[in-house]
């Protein structure tokens, strides 16, 4: 088979989302079904991950393709890792969540979870300050993680627990974590407070 493809375009793409992409983003590239089928057989430069999802072959393993992969198939332009998914990135806590919790931009509301994601759609969007990179994924920002899952109070002691690991290993401080909540509502302000007062 003659191969036109661009595959450091290819590359380029999928390195920058850790080693993912979509069918469609492969064919916005040019490479086309056959292409793929090709590519995806032993020896091939890609592997399949998931239905309408694809991996670099020789891309690094990491412990986190399960959250890129679930990140990559629901749209890394339009979704950011976020809540107890974030935590685990950062490795804040022992939380390890049962779903891949994704945050989606205003425009994609409408859209539906795949298994295994659950996804957050806030009021207010996310600000480009609240979105960092981190092993090469979008997630939210130690602050904004921290808030979310306290607003969302599923399992207090993991809450601080991260809290307490966040401050220790000077991913943020008190100053920021009450800054960043300056918008956020009363019952989560206070319990922002309580848990830095017990400090």
Same mark, same amino acid.
Request: no cysteine; charged share 30%.
């Given at each position: 088979?003659?191969?036109?493809?661009?595959?450091?375009?290819?590359?380029?793409?999928?390195?920058?989302?850790?080693?993912?992409?979509?069918?469609?983003?492969?064919?916005? @590239?040019?490479?086309? !079904?056959?292409?793929?089928?090709?590519?995806? *057989?032993? #020896?091939g &430069? =890609?592997? /399949?991950?998931?239905?309408?999802?694809?991996?670099?072959?020789?891309?690094?393993?990491?412990?986190?393709?399960?959250?890129?992969?679930?990140?990559?198939?629901?749209?890394?332009?339009?979704?950011?890792?976020?809540?107890?998914?974030?935590?685990?990135?950062?490795?804040?806590?022992?939380?390890?969540?049962?779903?891949?919790? @994704?945050?989606?931009? !205003?425009?994609?509301?409408s859209?539906?979870? *795949?298994? #295994?994601v &659950? =996804?957050? /759609?806030?009021?207010?969007?996310?600000?480009?300050?609240?979105?960092?990179?981190?092993?090469?994924?979008?997630?939210?920002?130690?602050?904004?993680?921290?808030?979310?899952?306290?607003?969302?109070?599923?399992?207090?002691?993991?809450?601080?627990?991260?809290?307490s690991?966040?401050?220790?290993?000077?991913?943020?401080?008190a100053?920021?974590?009450?800054?960043?909540?300056?918008?956020?509502?009363?019952?989560?302000?206070?319990? =922002?407070e /309580?848990?830095?007062?017990?400090?």
């Amino acid at each position: 088979m003659r191969d036109r493809v661009d595959w450091e375009g290819v590359g380029t793409l999928a390195e920058g989302q850790a080693g993912f992409l979509t069918a469609r983003q492969a064919r916005e @590239l040019g490479v086309d !079904r056959d292409a793929l089928a090709y590519h995806v *057989r032993p #020896g091939g &430069r =890609l592997e /399949r991950a998931a239905r309408g999802l694809y991996r670099l072959r020789f891309f690094p393993r990491s412990p986190f393709d399960h959250v890129a992969a679930a990140w990559v198939a629901s749209g890394p332009d339009e979704s950011v890792i976020s809540h107890e998914s974030a935590l685990e990135l950062y490795e804040l806590s022992d939380v390890i969540p049962d779903e891949v919790h @994704l945050t989606l931009s !205003r425009e994609r509301r409408s859209r539906r979870a *795949r298994d #295994g994601v &659950r =996804l957050h /759609r806030p009021r207010t969007p996310l600000r480009d300050e609240e979105v960092r990179t981190v092993h090469g994924m979008r997630v939210t920002s130690v602050e904004r993680t921290l808030l979310d899952v306290l607003q969302d109070a599923s399992q207090p002691e993991q809450i601080d627990a991260a809290i307490s690991q966040a401050l220790d290993r000077a991913l943020t401080t008190a100053a920021r974590l009450r800054t960043a909540a300056s918008g956020w509502s009363a019952t989560t302000r206070r319990a =922002l407070e /309580r848990r830095l007062a017990n400090r």
